[in-house]
């Protein structure tokens, strides 16, 4: 008996190291990348290690090490993955590579969307996209005759009836949480109702009808959340759904897994993704994408080595053995019914988020500004034109708006 | 002791005390007057990003930073005075907010909420950790000696506690459905959410301040509890004081400078008070001069930082501190001076 279980576990290490040894080729130069720890860089960096010679870090403050990193001669790391916004930093300093020529020569599986172009040159490779996009219960939604949600008036009043029929205190989820989170809602409501962030001179230019129907829409659905809302990040409204506190919610596509995960989830099956609700003019969301970079300061041999590597870490093999992982960029990707929902909301037009070094400071400043108007300390006027204000002293500091 | 062994024994602590102490000092009050920026130019260029199925490509201006021929982004580093300063204390909306009477205006502007708040909470928690730390230690001393050993361990335990970590399960055992919050709703039959008001979390970051400050305070307090005059103590009983009297004319007193060496502590610690906030996520609603500082100094997803302005509320934090310890420091100074 026991030489039998020890002959199948050594099968099965037998097995696990034929699975290691599925690159189709041996990587020869040692290489390093620095990305964020979510589960998606996990199975493309864990792809990439097969070819050997490569150590990856995944961590959740990339974002804070990447510049200087990169910025050293030769860079610390050959690979990066970045988003919209943290390409920005990068891409301003330099410490990234235009990759047309490695595109022609390694990229024939690349989809064109893949190519992440600034100025002509492309500049990054996205390897998947995310967007908020309105998830819910669809058995009570049922059980109570409500119609999937089109617009936020749809989702207030779905809520308002969950309510009334006494099922749940609180049918609304949000990631509300003070600071990036909370500005994230604010750049979702804005763009759904066709706002710009920025005009000349990147004056700030959201204190406006436009930015008063955000935040009021906002505070609409602050009234069907639970009252601690702006403690609530995206793993606590994941949590609320999966204990089945919460009815309908606008969620991130990457959490979607989550609810059909049957170890911690009391709604597998419950949960339906849907479009962003649609604004004045397009859903309320943003899309974003995460990819890939190479940096600038290393020889060519390795940048060559370092592409191929990333071609294989994020080829249709990885794809198919994590189709649920993502929202994958890729011809094997199959979109399942939790894809729906972002699918949807790109079908609807959904815009990208407007990445760049101003819009940075201005995310911050909503962070930090929005949630005196959620408490009632000031009124809607007041408080879009205070973050301005709070904006234009950060941007001068920062050298984006001249004095 | 001759003067070289005297510096050879100072010598190496005050050059550390240069090295990591009044040289980074001397460098943030400098970056507060001066602000180092990018040069930035405005250049149009067509990004593309992926849409779902196609690309999404624009065209628009955006600002990028002009770099020099070895590709090092071009910076520009200019004396700005009290700009920095002027950026965080905000005097103009402040003053107005006070003429029209507007408290509520004026607690909306980051650094005066900042200030009130870290004001309320150090002059709050302090009498209270010296309550608490002198109750605790009296305990101890009474405490039966088989059992003193246990008693001082327990008591101790929560100084001993990471402060974040100490926060954090503040945190969770009253955020949303927390086991603490549960067991209220289910014993009040109300529902309760501790963290959707200022006024409820300001509580529980004191009564967490004070848990975790009160057990140093207290083995202070001991140590000065076993040499209080045993003579003077009897010859109160014998006149007939009540252990009140004897506690309020003999034993506090006999541990004043110790009072106020703890009151001192104290108050430069919870000043700096920064784990509440961020171990409450509490940024909403209250926020501390230290979370000030950091939140300037923490760069948005673009990488732009406040380095000024973050200097510039670290000098006034220190400030701060200065002003709220010359009333101990003089007291000291005037019984250090009689009991010469």
């Given amino acids: ?241 999966q204990q089945g506190k919460i009815a309908m919610a606008n969620l991130w596509a990457s959490r979607a897994a989550a609810m059909n995960d049957e170890a911690e989830s009391q709604v597998v099956g419950k949960v339906t993704m849907a479009s962003a609700p649609m604004g004045s003019v397009r859903p309320s969301t943003t899309i974003w994408w995460d990819g890939i970079v190479l940096a600038t300061n290393m020889s060519d041999e390795e940048a060559d080595a370092a592409f191929r590597l990333v071609m294989e870490g994020i080829d249709g093999d990885m794809v198919s053995a994590n189709n649920d992982t993502a929202v994958w960029l890729n011809a094997a990707y199959q979109p399942g019914e939790l894809a729906a929902g972002a699918a949807a909301s790109a079908e609807n037009g959904a815009g990208a988020y407007p990445a760049s070094a101003a819009m940075g400071v201005l995310h911050s400043a909503l962070g930090n500004g929005l949630a005196d108007y959620l408490t009632g300390a000031k009124d809607a006027e007041t408080t879009l034109a205070d973050i301005e204000a709070a904006y234009i002293t950060a941007a001068k500091e920062a050298g984006l708006i001249s004095n | 002791m001759n003067f070289r062994t005297f510096a050879a024994f100072v010598g190496p602590s005050v050059f550390m005390m240069l090295l990591f102490i009044a040289f980074p000092l001397v460098s943030v009050f400098k970056q507060s007057f001066y602000i180092t920026q990018p040069i930035y130019e405005t250049v149009e260029v067509e990004t593309c990003t992926p849409g779902f199925l196609t690309q999404t490509c624009t065209t628009e201006e955006v600002s990028q930073p002009k770099l020099d021929e070895h590709g090092e982004v071009i910076t520009r580093t200019e004396y700005v005075g009290l700009q920095s300063y002027l950026n965080v204390l905000e005097p103009e909306r402040a003053w107005r907010a006070i003429t029209n009477g507007e408290w509520n205006v004026l607690s909306t502007i980051d650094f005066w909420k900042a200030l009130r708040f870290t004001v309320t909470f150090t002059l709050i928690t302090l009498p209270l950790v010296v309550g608490c730390g002198l109750g605790i230690a009296v305990l101890i001393n009474n405490a039966a000696k088989s059992i003193k050993g246990p008693v001082i361990f327990v008591s101790l335990l929560p100084f001993i506690i990471t402060p974040l970590i100490g926060v954090l399960s503040i945190n969770w055992l009253f955020r949303g459905d927390g086991i603490l919050t549960a067991t209220m709703e289910w014993w009040l039959q109300r529902d309760i959410a501790l963290f959707a008001q200022a006024w409820t979390i300001e509580i529980l970051m004191m009564l967490y301040r004070v848990w975790h400050v009160a057990p140093f305070a207290a083995i202070v307090f001991y140590a000065g509890l076993q040499t209080v005059n045993q003579d003077s103590l009897e010859s109160a009983v014998i006149d007939g004081a009540t252990r009140w009297q004897r506690m309020k004319y003999i034993v506090v007193p006999h541990l004043m400078p110790l009072i106020i060496f703890v009151s001192m502590i104290h108050l430069m610690d919870a000043f700096r008070t920064f784990e509440e906030v961020v171990g409450f996520s509490s940024q909403g609603y209250v926020i501390s001069l230290q979370w000030l500082t950091y939140d300037f100094l923490v760069p948005d997803q673009a990488g732009n930082r406040s380095i000024s302005r973050a200097s510039a509320s670290a000098m006034l934090t220190m400030i701060g501190i200065v002003i709220l310890l010359i009333f101990p420091l003089r007291r000291t100074w005037r019984d250090h001076k009689g009991g010469h």
């Fill in chain 1, 1 to 241: 008996m026991k030489l039998k279980t020890i002959l199948l576990a050594g099968a099965m290490s037998v097995m696990a190291g034929g699975a290691w040894a599925s690159c189709s080729y041996e990587n020869e130069v040692p290489l390093k990348s620095l990305t964020a720890g979510f589960e998606a860089w996990k199975a493309v960096t864990d792809a990439m290690a097969e070819c050997g010679n490569f150590s990856a870090s995944l961590d959740q403050e990339f974002r804070e090490k990447q510049p200087e990193a990169f910025a050293a001669n030769p860079s610390l790391y050959q690979i990066g993955g970045v988003a919209n916004e943290t390409m920005i930093p990068l891409l301003n300093a330099g410490t990234i590579r235009p990759l047309d020529d490695l595109v022609e020569k390694y990229g024939q599986d690349l989809l064109p969307n893949q190519l992440i172009k600034v100025d002509g040159k492309v500049m990054a490779i996205a390897m998947m996209v995310n967007a908020q996009h309105l998830m819910y219960r669809n058995d009570i939604l049922a059980d109570l005759g409500i119609e999937e949600p089109k617009t936020y008036d749809d989702v207030l009043a779905a809520a308002a009836k969950i309510k009334e029929a006494g099922v749940m205190e609180y049918p609304i989820g949000g990631t509300y949480k003070t600071g990036w989170n909370l500005a994230q809602e604010f750049v979702n409501m804005y763009m759904g109702e066709g706002g710009e962030f920025l005009g000349e001179g990147n004056a700030p230019s959201i204190n406006n009808e436009k930015g008063v129907k955000a935040l009021e829409t906002m505070k609409a659905m602050t009234e069907f959340m639970d009252p601690e809302y702006l403690v609530s990040d995206s793993t606590y409204v994941q949590q609320q759904f």
